[in-house]
């Protein structure tokens, strides 16, 4: 019966296949499509009116008329639609949000999740990823063996009655299709508690005694936690002995790489396959097309009006955006979306880089918010991940978490300089000789941080300490950031974070 489901389901993935061919060929079309559909939309909302969305017929007038917006600009509006207003910024009473906490920031995020953004942006990129993983992996059984996705969790707020606010993730599940519920484990209740710690645990009891786990998805930090916990009850020394049938990991939220050799012992197969998405608060935006190359495809026709913010208009109120059709490969660039979920030019955050444009695929390289520019570097969270796994794999090292952040001058004749927090899974045999690679490594990756370095002049070379293991899950801990969407920052131009998790070493 199984095996019948998952050809049924092979067949679909085909013809969605189909679909996703058609618009990586024209994605522009695919574009200008979604963009006259959101404006239509949205021309009766109070956000519609006050841009006299009615008279907006080209992209060129929607970019002159409507202003880049940051989650503060919307705070107000969204709050309203919170409390059942309707109409304010997306037709209708939206019930659902999802809530981002950030990683440079206490404050919350909460996201509108209209059903149509649901099903037509976030769901449907899930249906495009598994076309696109099916496509790549044609012996691929999701729809044969179980599925386990580790998501947040919702709840009902006392001030707003009539709303549920939670991780996207956990929208996702408590909406995930009939089809996906017959091969999902463990139950919902059990994934959909707000306590992640006694989540983990019994998610843990739970799926070591199962052996038909095909497919699993998450944050690498919280899945590796997981995976160790199910390891130790277990007493098996991989996750192949415990789950047989594995076969591909989805996974988001943080760059990879400083993972992969952790899942490389924790799966040692050549035949499992990894596939990136990125499924933000705000839409699900990407996924990889083709396995063999670490870029993802831009999910075009997604219910999202993408344009892109050059760095140089970054800091500028009103920023001159490019479509896609005008982007460069090789250029860094901030998302700007206009969604079906009421986002109007908004800037979640994201930096890109396109690596290709037939079809258009990117990496993310990091945040507008998470970077090193101390001294003119301009050292972004891409650069220190391929920086620290070229670093990894010359001196045979793990690493499992890390921080980093810019050593200022102190006084006459001092330098400045980088310094990173590591916890090894794997340490060095060296840790001074690691460290030099690792400055050299993110010289050869950035070419200002080079001439920074060049002869000492500006920068000292970068500084290195090492904490146990565990020492990051306790800051994440303390400071209310244990759970599924919270991430480490990776880098800050401030020196907070460091100086806080050193003091968690040994606590």
């Not at 709303?163 to 996207?168: L, R, Y």
């Not at 005008?326 to 998302?335: D, K």
């Not at 010359?394 to 102190?410: G, I, L, R």
């Not at 690679?437 to 990756?445: A, G």
Request: glycine share 6%; net charge neutral.
């Amino acid at each position: 019966m199984k095996w019948l489901v998952n050809e049924a389901v092979k067949q679909y993935l085909h013809l969605r296949m189909k679909r996703i061919e058609r618009y990586m060929m024209r994605p522009e079309e695919a574009q200008e499509r979604w963009l006259r559909k959101i404006i239509d939309r949205g021309r009766n909302t109070e956000f519609g009116k006050r841009y006299d969305f009615k008279s907006i017929s080209t992209n060129e007038t929607f970019r002159a008329r409507i202003p880049a917006h940051e989650y503060d600009d919307l705070k107000a509006d969204i709050n309203r639609m919170m409390h059942g207003e309707k109409d304010v910024l997306w037709p209708g009473e939206v019930n659902w949000y999802s809530k981002s906490s950030g990683t440079t920031s206490d404050r919350s995020k909460y996201i509108p999740v209209p059903y149509g953004n649901l099903f037509n942006c976030h769901i449907a990129g899930v249906w495009d990823s598994m076309a696109l993983l099916y496509a790549n992996k044609p012996d691929m059984a999701a729809f044969k063996y179980k599925n386990l996705v580790v998501p947040g969790s919702y709840q009902s707020l006392a001030d707003y009655p009539k709303t549920k606010v939670g991780d996207v993730s956990a929208i996702l599940v408590q909406h995930m299709p009939t089809i996906g519920r017959m091969f999902y484990t463990p139950d919902f209740d059990v994934v959909l508690q707000p306590n992640f710690e006694e989540k983990l645990q019994k998610i843990a009891e739970i799926t070591s005694k199962q052996n038909d786990i095909g497919l699993f998805g998450g944050v690498p930090t919280w899945l590796i936690v997981l995976f160790r916990l199910i390891l130790e009850k277990t007493g098996k020394s991989n996750m192949l002995e415990v789950w047989p049938n594995l076969q591909a990991y989805m996974h988001g939220g943080v760059g990879f790489e400083p993972y992969r050799d952790t899942f490389k012992q924790l799966i040692p197969s050549d035949s499992f396959v990894y596939q990136e998405v990125y499924n933000a608060s705000e839409g699900f935006f990407g996924a990889q097309c083709d396995l063999g190359k670490n870029d993802m495809l831009l999910l075009a026709n997604n219910g999202v009006f993408y344009e892109f913010v050059p760095m140089e208009e970054w800091d500028e109120e009103h920023p001159k955006t490019k479509l896609l059709s005008e982007v460069e490969v090789g250029q860094v660039y901030a998302v700007m979306i206009s969604c079906n979920n009421g986002l109007w030019r908004y800037l979640p955050g994201d930096t890109i880089v396109f690596t290709r444009k037939q079809p258009y695929c990117f990496q993310i390289v990091g945040r507008t918010q998470q970077f090193i520019n101390a001294f003119g570097e301009e050292v972004m969270v891409g650069d220190t991940d391929k920086a620290l796994v070229d670093a990894c794999r010359q001196m045979n090292a793990v690493v499992s978490e890390y921080t980093a952040a810019p050593v200022y001058f102190h006084g006459e004749g001092s330098r400045g300089g980088h310094e990173w927090i590591i916890e090894f899974d794997q340490a060095p045999a060296d840790l001074e000789k690691f460290k030099e690679v690792l400055d050299q490594s993110l010289q050869r990756i950035n070419s200002d941080y080079e001439a920074k370095r060049y002869k000492s002049l500006a920068l000292d070379q970068l500084r290195l300490r090492a904490v146990p293991r565990g020492t990051f899950l306790r800051w994440m801990r303390a400071r209310g950031k244990f759970g599924n969407q919270n991430k480490v920052p990776r880098l800050a131009n401030h020196r907070r974070f460091v100086e806080e998790v050193v003091r968690y070493q040994f606590e």
